[in-house]
C-alpha cells in the first residue's frame, strides 16, 4: 500500500469512526447516513485511491477542475456532486458528469439545467441550498435561496424536464443568527426538509455539515455530509 493510500485509508476509517458515534449517539442507524468526499483541488490519482477504498460519492466546486477529473475517473463507480456556485455558462459542462448539483438557487439555473439535462438525455439530481443567513428573500454570502424561495424554485424544478428535485442543501452560516450555532441552523434545514416534503415527498435528501461540523449535521437529521479536509487533509491555496 502506497503511502498516499495508507494515510487516505487511515482518514476514511476516522471519519468513519466519527459518523458511526454521531449515528449512535442520535439514535440512528449508519446507513441513513451518505459520506461524500469533497475532492477539489486535489488529483484524479486521490479520486481513484478513494474509490479503491471504497468511496462511492465525490463531490467538486469548480467546473475547471471538475471536468477533467470526472473524465479522467469516468471508468470508476463513482457518483459526483457539484457543490459550488454555478454560473450558467458552465452548466452544459457540468450536466455532462455530475449527476447531483447541490447548489440550484435561482430560476435562471434551473432554466438552465433543465435545456442542458434534455439535451445531453440525462436525469441530474437537484438540491436547493438554502441560505440562512440571507434576508427573507435575500441570497446567502455563499450562494443559496432564502428559507422563503425554497418553494417556488422546488416547484421550478419539479416541473422542470431533465431534473429531479432531490431535496436540500446548505453550509453552516458564517454571519446572521445562525453564525456559529451549527446545530441549530441543521436543526432549521430539517425543518425546511418537512415543509418540502410536504408538497414534494420524494426530495428526502438533507446535504449539510462538513469536517468540523458533521456530528452536528447528523444530530439534526442529515442524509449526506460532504467531508474534504479531514479526509484529504489541508492543501495549500493555489495562487
Known sequence: MTDRKSQLAANLANVEERITAACVAAGRKREEVTLIVVTKTYPASDVRILSELGVRHVAENR???????????????????????????????????????????????????????VR??????CLIQVALDAGVNGRGER??????GIEELADLVGESPGL???????VAPLTGAYAGREQAAFQRLMDLSTDLRRAHPAATMVSAGMSADLEQAVAAGATHVRVGTAVLGVRPRLG
Open 63 to 117: 467546473d475547471q477542475d471538475a471536468a477533467p477529473k470526472a473524465a479522467a475517473c469516468a471508468d470508476l463507480p463513482l457518483k459526483w456532486h457539484f457543490v459550488g456556485q454555478l454560473q450558467t455558462n458552465k452548466v452544459r459542462s457540468v450536466v455532462g458528469y455530475a449527476d447531483i448539483v447541490q447548489s440550484v438557487d435561482r430560476a435562471r439555473l434551473v432554466t438552465a439545467l433543465s435545456k442542458e439535462a
Open 143 to 148: 450562494g443559496g435561496v432564502a428559507p422563503g
Open 120 to 125: 445531453a438525455e440525462r436525469e441530474i439530481g
Open 164 to 170: 429531479r428535485l432531490d431535496g436540500l442543501m446548505t
